[in-house]
C-alpha cells in the first residue's frame, strides 16, 4: 500500500465528509494521520477563511448537508461554526492522532452536533483522549500545542494550504473532492508529466490582482 499522509482541521466539515469514506482506500493507501491548525495555514498563504466570505459560508454549509445527505454520512452542524478547534485538535493529539480517536471526535462534532469550544463538548472530547491512551496521554497542554504547530508547519512546507489534503510523493491533493485525483496518480505516478500537465504547472500569470 501506498504511504501518504493527511492534514486536517476538525474545523472543516470537508474533512469530516473525506475522513467518513476513507474505507474506499483501505486496500491502497497507508494513511497517516496529521491534525493541523487551519488557522494557521490561512495566516501563512494569506487567505480568508470559507466562512468569512458571508454568501460563500452560506452556500458552504448548505454544501455540506447536501453532500452528506448525497453520499449517505450522517451530519448535524454544531450550533455554531466556525469554532476554536484547538480543544480538538490537542484531545486527537493526546489520543496519539489514531483512526479511531480522530473517528470518535468527527461523530461527537459532525454526528451528534456536539459544540466542542464549549464545556459539555470538551468534556466529552477529554474522555475520548483519555479512552484512547496513548503515549501522549501524559503530555501537558503545552506539549500537544508544540506537536499540532510542529504539524502545522510540516505542512505548510510541504505546500499544504488548506484543509483537507493529502500529499504523497511531494504531490499535493486538496479537498474532499480530489480523492479520485489522488488515487489515480497512485496508479499512475506519470500523470503530472504529461506536457500538458507540465505546461500548466509552471505557465506565467497573466495578470496578477493589485492588493492595495
Same mark, same amino acid.
Given at each position: 500500500m %501506498?504511504k501518504?499522509?493527511?492534514?486536517f482541521?476538525?474545523?472543516?466539515?470537508?474533512?469530516?465528509?473525506?475522513? *467518513? #469514506?476513507? %474505507?474506499?482506500f483501505e486496500?491502497?493507501?497507508n494513511?497517516?494521520i496529521?491534525?493541523?491548525?487551519?488557522?494557521?495555514?490561512? $495566516?501563512h498563504?494569506?487567505q480568508l477563511?470559507p466562512?468569512?466570505?458571508v454568501? &460563500?459560508?452560506?452556500f458552504?454549509?448548505?454544501?455540506? $448537508?447536501?453532500?452528506?445527505?448525497?453520499?449517505?454520512?450522517?451530519?448535524?452542524?454544531?450550533?455554531?461554526?466556525?469554532?476554536?478547534?484547538?480543544?480538538?485538535l490537542?484531545s486527537?493529539?493526546?489520543?496519539?492522532s489514531t483512526?479511531?480517536?480522530? /473517528?470518535?471526535i468527527?461523530?461527537?462534532?459532525? %454526528?451528534?452536533?456536539s459544540?466542542?469550544? #464549549?464545556?459539555?463538548?470538551i468534556? &466529552?472530547?477529554?474522555?475520548?483522549?483519555? $479512552?484512547?491512551?496513548?503515549?501522549?496521554?501524559?503530555?501537558?497542554?503545552?506539549?500537544?500545542? $508544540?506537536?499540532?504547530?510542529?504539524?502545522?508547519?510540516?505542512?505548510?512546507?510541504?505546500?499544504?494550504?488548506?484543509?483537507?489534503?493529502?500529499?504523497v510523493?511531494?504531490?499535493?491533493?486538496?479537498?474532499?473532492?480530489?480523492?479520485?485525483?489522488l488515487?489515480?496518480?497512485?496508479k499512475?505516478? /506519470?500523470l503530472?508529466?504529461?506536457?500538458?500537465?507540465k505546461?500548466?504547472s *509552471?505557465?506565467?500569470?497573466?495578470?496578477?490582482?493589485? &492588493?492595495s
Amino acid at each position: 500500500m %501506498k504511504k501518504v499522509d493527511w492534514y486536517f482541521d476538525f474545523i472543516s466539515p470537508f474533512a469530516y465528509l473525506q475522513f *467518513s #469514506q476513507f %474505507k474506499r482506500f483501505e486496500n491502497e493507501l497507508n494513511i497517516t494521520i496529521h491534525p493541523v491548525v487551519f488557522g494557521g495555514l490561512l $495566516k501563512h498563504w494569506g487567505q480568508l477563511g470559507p466562512a468569512e466570505i458571508v454568501p &460563500k459560508r452560506i452556500f458552504t454549509y448548505r454544501f455540506f $448537508k447536501w453532500k452528506a445527505d448525497r453520499l449517505g454520512i450522517e451530519y448535524t452542524m454544531p450550533p455554531s461554526h466556525p469554532f476554536n478547534p484547538l480543544p480538538a485538535l490537542l484531545s486527537c493529539i493526546a489520543g496519539n492522532s489514531t483512526f479511531e480517536v480522530t /473517528q470518535e471526535i468527527f461523530d461527537t462534532i459532525y %454526528k451528534e452536533g456536539s459544540q466542542p469550544d #464549549q464545556k459539555k463538548g470538551i468534556e &466529552k472530547l477529554e474522555a475520548i483522549a483519555k $479512552k484512547h491512551a496513548s503515549d501522549h496521554s501524559n503530555l501537558d497542554e503545552k506539549s500537544l500545542k $508544540k506537536i499540532l504547530r510542529t504539524n502545522t508547519s510540516n505542512a505548510i512546507e510541504n505546500g499544504v494550504f488548506g484543509v483537507p489534503t493529502f500529499v504523497v510523493e511531494g504531490q499535493v491533493f486538496w479537498g474532499g473532492d480530489a480523492s479520485d485525483m489522488l488515487l489515480d496518480f497512485i496508479k499512475d505516478p /506519470q500523470l503530472f508529466n504529461t506536457e500538458e500537465m507540465k505546461r500548466i504547472s *509552471s505557465m506565467p500569470m497573466g495578470l496578477i490582482r493589485d &492588493k492595495s
